[in-house]
Each structure stands twice: as C-alpha cells, then as structure tokens.
C-alpha cells in the first residue's frame, strides 16, 4: 500500500478514447482511481499532490521491440541498466526480444527473466518467447510453457523464418492459444551480403545493398499465411513505401494484421550515413526519403500502428569498425518519445495518433491493461514537456552501450516524470 497520488493542473492525453483535456487524476494501489475532465477531484487524507503545471500527462510507453544483453551479454546492457534507460524516456512496459544466451526459447527461461526484471528493473519487462529453439528457424518450441511463464508474444527476434511450410506451422500453433506472431520480414537470400539500402548512395559508397524486395516479398507472403491459419501476426518493423502498400491492402481483408515501424526508420533516411557512420548501420537498413515519407503517410493512415525503438545496445569495439564489418543495431530507450514527437512538430502527424502508436495500440496488441488512461487501468504514466529543448549527449544516456543514431540531435520533448505502477520510477531533475 502506498500514498495516495494526485496529479492535478494536467493536460491529459489519452489515445484510446481521443481526449485532450486539462484535469486531474488520482491513484490509489497502482491503478487510477478517478479522473476529473475540467475540474477538481477529491484528495484523499494523506495523499501526495503533484501539480503538472500545465504539462502533458499520458499514458506511460509500450515499447514492443527493445534487445538487451542479460543473460549473457550483459557488458552490453542489463535489465537494471535498461530499466533505468527506459524509464528516462517515458516507456514504462518493454517487449524484451529473445536474443540472448541462452536464447528465450521455454518456459524456465522466461520465468527466470520475469522474476530477474521484477527484482532490478524499474519498469515493466515483458519477455517474448523465441519460435524456434536457439532461434535457429528449424525446431519449434514450446509456445504452451512460454506462454504459461508469462511471454507476451512469440518471435525469433533479429532472426527471420525463411522456410514457408515451418512459418505456417508456427502460425497454426500459434493460433491454438491466440498468441500473437511477431516476425521479422527480411530475406535472408536476397540480402545477402548487403549492408545498407540498395540504390545509388549505396553506390557511390561502394558498399553492397540491401534491395526493398527483400522485405516485401516475406512481407506478402507472412500476410497470406496469416490469412490461411487466423493468426494474429504483427510484421515487426517495416521501411518501404512497398511495404506500407502491401499491409494496407492486406488489412482490408484481415483485421488481425498489424505493423510496427522503428522510429530509426521514420525520422532517418541513408543520406545519415553519411561517410560511413556505422552507428546508422541497422539491422532494417535506413531507406530512401521517399520510403521514410511513405511510412509517415502510412502511421497518418492507419497502415502501420506502433512506433518502436529497436534499442540494439553494442559495444564500441563492434561498431567502430569499418562500415560493412560492424555489427547492426542502435540504442533508442531514451530518445524515443522525443524524435517522434519531430513528426508533431512538423505538423506531419497529429500529437494523439503518435502517442496511441506507442501506448493504445501496442498494449492492444499484446493484450495489456495499460496504454490507456481509464478508471481501473494501471497507473503507469508520464508528464512530459512536449516542448522542452535538450541535445542528446552519448555521455549523459543511462544505457551501457553509446550506440545512439540521434548523437548530437536537437530534440524538443521531455519526460519529466514516470509512473510506474502508482510509483515515481524517474523525476528530471536539470
């Protein structure tokens, strides 16, 4: 039992239901116990009360795609270290991906990380199940155990199935206990030993390309097995206007068909790469500027709904190597909310339908109780300046790894408070 908390003088955001209103909300046990639209609300005797100052108060983030080191890797981050790096940037419930050592791929496994992330981290981790045993795309696991142990979703991580016939069986498998399929899209034959986008900056580098077919053509073909076993299956992140066109199509005919972008690929594009950056070296390569402008459009429209980070935590050693050698991957925890909030300051995308793609809608997705600010919903929220300037500095992120594609950016978003839970779990402090 903890106080009482009230949050008042607000400007309340809630994407689920479309409200922008200033209020007041009260939390009592963890979970939000009344919501004044307008006006004041009672204060229990003894509670704690916060006044927002007029700054936003939204539903905490859920990020659907975040990769650490522990077990295993832990050099490169740890649940501890990105609890706290999460925290920082407003998420509050985290997917952690499968790709570890070991692998997530059974039930002692991700028991052993729910209690791991209970005892050190500071927000809600959410393990993921790997399909394949060692993610190894041959072997299925155990989706039952996973699932009884307290994975939230199924996917192979990093890795991508490239048998059709076992992806179909994993989709049937999968839909016997209506756990969500979270794949993904890339063509192992047809990347080859690309390293960036195919297309003529990729030739003037003298760097291999990655062409966009190598996502849309498992693309079309995940959504079509889909189609055939009832899943429910979310593309986990795509970056082609093809792809973008291909899912809007296929969610006229299947409404259990989603698709997430890496906020990566919707504020960057491969001119970032400028004279071998590796830190804008992905594992879903940065695309052309017509690409990043189709996958705005596509967020706008409702084809893609959830904006991740795809934090990838690597050590300098892997990275800061020649181009076509370092490993993939980028950091993203804490500057995710802030370079999404760039597509609202634009003017490209509406406040609400931003936040609903990194809060509603993955919670839905994953079937969560949070995302939502509602009587009764969890109180995991978070008070954001959403114009608060900042640069992002490598040497200030609390993530064990410096890998950060935004360096240097000049950002306009702040979170200043976290809830988690009913619990102040970060308080900016200048």
């Excluded at 990020?63 to 981050?77: A, K, Q, S």
């Excluded at 991580?157 to 899209?185: C, F, K, P």
């Excluded at 594009?269 to 017509?290: C, H, Q, S, V, W």
Aim: proline share 4%; net charge negative; charged share 20%.
């Amino acid at each position: 039992m903890t106080r009482p908390l009230l949050i008042e003088n607000a400007r309340v955001l809630d994407p689920a239901s479309g409200t922008d209103q200033k209020g007041a909300i009260l939390i009592e046990n963890g979970r939000i116990s009344d919501i004044a639209l307008g006006g004041p609300v009672g204060v229990p005797d003894g509670a704690e009360v916060v006044n927002a100052g007029g700054l936003a108060l939204a539903p905490g983030l859920v990020d659907m795609r975040v990769f650490t080191g522990e077990p295993g890797w832990e050099y490169r981050e740890t649940l501890a270290s990105a609890g706290q790096a999460a925290a920082a940037g407003g998420i509050t419930s985290f997917v952690m991906m499968p790709d570890t050592m070991p692998a997530v791929d059974d039930g002692a496994v991700v028991d052993f990380l729910v209690r791991r992330a209970k005892a050190t981290a500071k927000v809600n981790v959410l393990p993921a199940g790997g399909i394949t045993k060692g993610l190894a795309g041959k072997d299925l696991t155990e989706f039952g155990l996973m699932r009884e142990a307290g994975a939230v979703c199924l996917t192979d991580g990093r890795n991508s199935i490239q048998s059709t016939a076992l992806l179909r069986t994993a989709m049937s498998y999968a839909a016997n206990y209506d756990m969500t399929i979270v794949h993904h899209v890339a063509d192992a034959g047809l990347i080859g030993e690309g390293v960036m986008n195919e297309g003529l900056f990729a030739t003037v580098l003298g760097l291999k390309g990655v062409p966009r077919e190598a996502e849309t053509i498992p693309l079309a073909r995940d959504l079509q097995l889909a189609a055939l076993t009832g899943v429910r299956y979310h593309a986990a992140q795509i970056s082609t206007e093809g792809s973008v066109e291909i899912v809007a199509s296929a969610k006229k005919r299947n409404p259990r068909i989603t698709a997430g972008v890496s906020i990566n690929n919707l504020c960057l594009n491969e001119n970032d790469i400028g004279r071998y950056r590796t830190y804008f070296k992905l594992g879903t390569p940065l695309r052309t500027e017509a690409d990043r402008q189709a996958i705005i459009e596509g967020l706008r429209a409702g084809a893609i709904d959830t904006i991740h980070s795809d934090h990838d935590p690597q050590d300098s050693e892997v990275k800061r190597q020649p181009f076509a050698e370092a490993s993939n991957g980028a950091i993203g925890l804490e500057t995710l909310l802030a370079a999404a909030l760039r597509l609202v300051h634009s003017g490209d995308v509406p406040l609400l339908s931003v936040l609903k793609a990194m809060t509603y809608r993955p919670a839905q997705i994953l079937g969560l109780e949070s995302g939502r600010i509602a009587k009764g919903a969890p109180a995991d929220l978070i008070l954001v300046d959403l114009d608060y300037p900042w640069q992002v500095n490598e040497n200030q992120l609390r993530s064990r790894s410096r890998n950060t594609s935004f360096e240097g950016a000049r950002l306009a978003g702040k979170v200043m408070r976290t809830i988690v839970g009913g619990e102040t779990v970060f308080l900016h402090e200048d």
